[in-house]
């Protein structure tokens, strides 16, 4: 299993940014993906995630009405819009895949995480 995220930076609040996970060595329909992040001294938190055909996307609440899961299943990527970025977003953003096929996951337990992707938000 190979995912690699890309997209992070630094941008001003209530700026956007869009991330990007690149995945390889799964069959990646099958699987439900997530973004989880974390903040320095916090602990990882569930953010956003999309189930196998992406027909059903799932948001925490504070990220609902701001960001936007999707992916693309032929080029196995998946994809987090970020709009009105705020200070408190700032984390290393994780890319992660369910443990289970089909299992829809909600948390931040029982996924495979990425490296990781910085995004500050500060002016």
């Known amino acids: 299993v190979q995912l690699v995220e890309s997209g992070g930076g630094l941008v001003q609040p209530g700026g956007s940014l869009r991330l990007s996970c690149e995945a390889s060595?799964?069959?990646?329909?099958?699987?439900?993906m997530s973004w989880v992040r974390q903040a320095p001294g916090k602990a990882l938190e569930w953010v956003s995630s999309v189930i196998g055909n992406g027909g059903n996307s799932y948001y925490a609440d504070s990220m609902k009405s701001r960001f936007r899961i999707y992916r693309d299943n032929i080029k196995k990527i998946v994809y987090l819009q970020m709009n009105n970025l705020r200070p408190e977003d700032t984390a290393v953003y994780y890319c992660?895949?369910?443990?289970?096929?089909?299992?829809?996951?909600?948390?931040?337990?029982?996924?495979?995480r990425g490296r990781g992707t910085q995004v500050t938000v500060s002016s």
């Open positions: 992660a895949k369910a443990n289970v096929p089909f299992h829809i996951t909600k948390d931040t337990t029982d996924i495979t």
């Open positions: 060595g799964f069959t990646f329909n099958r699987y439900t």
